[in-house]
C-alpha cells in the first residue's frame, strides 16, 4: 500500500502544474466475501498491520522496471503461504476550487482560472462524456478562451 501511495504521489508531481496533496486522496477498499466471519476481518486487518513503521519507511523503487523490496517480500510471503487481501485502490482527484486559498495559489492570474495540468506525456487529457478524451493544443486554447470569457461575464454583470 505504500508502494502504490509513493508512485501515485510521484504520478501527482509529474503534472506540470503538479497536482498538491490536497487535492487527490488514495484510499484501499478491502475486497471482502460477502457477509465475512469476524476472523476474515481480523485476519484483513492484521495482514495490513505486517511491517512495523520503521520497515514500511523504507525508500521505495519506482518509476523503473527493477523491483522493489516490498515486492520481494511480497513474493517471499507468496512463497510462505502467506496470501495478502485484496484492496481496491480508489483514487478521488477533489475538483479546484478559486475560493480556496491552496488552490488559488497555483496560479499567477487575476482570474484565477482552473488550471491545465500537463501530463509527462505533454498531453492534456479531460474527463468528457463518461470517458478520457486527449485535447488538441487548439481545443486547450479554445478551453482557456471559453473561460477568460466566463470569468469577465460575471465580473462585467457585477457592476
Request: negative net charge; hydrophobic residues 30%.
Amino acid at each position: 500500500m505504500d508502494h502504490m501511495r509513493v508512485s501515485i504521489q510521484d504520478a501527482m508531481n509529474n503534472f506540470q502544474p503538479s497536482v498538491p496533496p490536497h487535492r487527490w486522496k488514495l484510499e484501499f477498499v478491502p475486497v471482502v466475501e460477502e457477509n465475512p466471519s469476524p476472523q476474515e476481518l481480523k485476519n484483513l486487518y492484521l495482514s495490513s498491520e505486517k511491517y512495523a513503521e520503521s520497515e514500511r519507511q523504507r525508500s521505495h523503487v519506482i518509476g523503473t522496471y527493477n523491483y522493489c523490496w516490498c515486492d520481494k517480500d511480497a513474493v517471499a510471503a507468496f512463497n510462505n503461504g502467506h496470501i495478502h487481501g485484496d484492496y481496491v485502490a480508489e483514487i478521488v482527484v477533489h475538483p479546484w476550487e478559486s475560493s480556496n486559498p491552496l488552490d488559488s495559489q497555483m496560479v499567477g492570474t487575476k482570474t484565477k482560472l482552473h488550471p491545465i495540468h500537463e501530463c509527462d506525456d505533454h498531453k492534456v487529457y479531460i474527463r468528457q462524456n463518461a470517458s478520457v478524451k486527449c485535447l488538441t493544443l487548439q481545443e486547450v486554447i479554445e478551453l482557456t478562451k471559453s473561460q477568460v470569457k466566463s470569468y469577465y461575464a460575471r465580473v462585467m454583470g457585477q457592476h
